[in-house]
């Protein structure tokens, strides 16, 4: 089995080829090479010590010739420009996030025609594809039929990507799994460019003994995931025969449903007071505007079917965090 991870050198494409090189084999296959396509190098040692890897580095758009040269199996597309990137920089995310999808879509398709078999693709997409709309105000709770009505570039560019996989799938070109991921806390390493970002940065520094700075209202209320359930989730997604995914549309991954408040609360109960006293609050509209956008509660059947379920709590998942930190830091 042959697999490519866009974005394979990011936090979560890591997580996910570490998952995978540590399962050995996929939908009943070995794996006989990993491919990881990113801007830079994977630089994990456990990754990068593994015969099976291969690095492809460079611009994905340019790249996409050459990477369905030889016949990918599955491909995992986790490439994206994030939130904030998107809503400052139109024409970026147009490229980054339709642009690359689109061309990813046209090669397995043509390499479809070729073989005769399906690729099989599984695409990130996010719960920034749901937002309040005049003519579709957003419920309490999202459900698996809720209509998505993004009200951000990013969100936009998301539920277009999930419209088209559905079509290709619908045609026969590809095999075509969606996910819908929460937002991924706590992420380690250096802040990205996503109006998310801080979900992690609240909890990474301080524990560092750095300062953070928390840019919402303390009772904002947000669906969070770890790290590790994330992974879960997509390799479920991806293994999944159709009848158990239950439609071509995309799955709502499972949430944790905290309010910041409550985050601040886990991180003082677990690493004291003056830990949780580094975290500052300096209200940034523009984040405020759409983290405040993207809801918060949700109610999964078909993931609970696939036998995927929330984070038990926001402790634990610091606690995890500690943990993973110490063992590879």
Avoid at 135 to 148: E, K, N, S
Wanted: aromatic share 6%.
């Amino acid at each position: 089995m042959k697999i490519l991870i866009t974005g394979g050198a990011g936090f979560l494409g890591t997580q996910l080829a570490r998952a995978l090189l540590r399962l050995g084999h996929f939908r009943g296959q070995p794996i006989e090479r990993l491919t990881l396509a990113d801007r830079v190098a994977p630089a994990h040692p456990e990754v990068v010590a593994d015969a099976r890897v291969a690095a492809d580095v460079g611009d994905l758009l340019q790249r996409m010739p050459a990477l369905l040269a030889g016949a990918q199996d599955v491909v995992f597309h986790l490439a994206s420009a994030v939130s904030a990137e998107c809503e400052a920089d139109f024409d970026l995310g147009l490229r980054s996030n339709l642009d690359a999808t689109r061309a990813l879509l046209d090669g397995l398709r043509q390499q479809a025609m070729r073989s005769g078999q399906l690729p099989v693709l599984f695409f990130s997409s996010s719960v920034a594809v749901f937002g309040s709309d005049p003519g579709i105000p957003l419920p309490a709770v999202i459900r698996d039929d809720t209509f998505p009505t993004p009200q951000s570039s990013y969100g936009a560019q998301k539920f277009i990507c999930e419209q088209l996989i559905a079509e290709y799938t619908r045609k026969d070109f590809l095999d075509g799994r969606v996910a819908r991921l929460m937002t991924v806390s706590v992420r380690p390493g250096r802040p990205n460019g996503a109006a998310s970002s801080f979900l992690s940065g609240i909890i990474r520094e301080p524990l560092a003994g750095l300062p953070a700075v928390c840019p919402v209202d303390l009772d904002t209320a947000v669906a969070l995931a770890s790290p590790a359930n994330t992974v879960a989730g997509i390799l479920a997604v991806a293994q999944a025969d159709r009848e158990a995914l239950g439609g071509r549309t995309a799955i709502n991954l499972p949430a944790l449903t905290v309010t910041v408040r409550q985050m601040l609360q886990a991180l003082e109960a677990v690493a004291g007071k003056e830990t949780a006293a580094l975290v500052t609050l300096s209200p940034d509209p523009a984040i405020a505007r759409i983290v405040g956008g993207w809801p918060a509660h949700f109610d999964s059947p078909r993931a609970a079917a696939l036998g995927l379920k929330p984070d038990a709590s926001y402790r634990a998942v610091i606690e995890q965090y500690i943990a993973d930190n110490k063992t590879t830091g």
